[in-house]
């Protein structure tokens, strides 16, 4: 079983940038799929983006397009998440996760294709 762990939240004022990883150990994930989602307070938890493990394909939800950038390096086992222009409404615990079976699959956006998940880290944007 993999062990994702996830780094680089902390608090940043409006407008800022902040870099996540999640650095996968315990079994090599280059092949396959990894994915960034999100919870804040008092909501279910929220897909932000997905990346193939090629690399040649990635998916983001709307609110984040043109603000986020997801990357891996698969000689690290390592996923990134470049988040720029940081809003309020970004707070929340950033989760990665990564899918078995295959380079992509149909539905990067659901949860409950993913198979093993990081315990989060925290993003806190101020206004």
């Known amino acids: 079983q993999v062990q994702l762990v996830e780094s680089g939240g902390g608090l940043v004022q409006a407008g800022g940038s902040l870099r996540l990883s999640c650095a996968a150990s315990g079994r090599t994930v280059s092949a396959s799929p990894m994915g960034w989602f999100r919870q804040a307070p008092g909501k279910e938890r929220e897909f932000v983006a997905a990346i193939s493990g090629s690399r040649t394909t990635t998916t983001y939800t709307d609110s984040v397009k043109g603000r986020f950038t997801i990357s891996r390096d698969n000689a690290k086992n390592t996923m990134y998440l470049q988040m720029n222009s940081l809003k309020p409404e970004d707070t929340a615990v950033y989760y990665c996760?990564?899918?078995?079976?295959?380079?992509?699959?149909?539905?990067?956006?659901?949860?409950?294709?993913?198979?093993?998940w990081g315990q989060g880290t925290q993003v806190t944007v101020s206004s």
């Open positions: 996760a990564v899918a078995y079976g295959g380079s992509w699959f149909a539905a990067p956006q659901m949860s409950n294709g993913y198979s093993d």
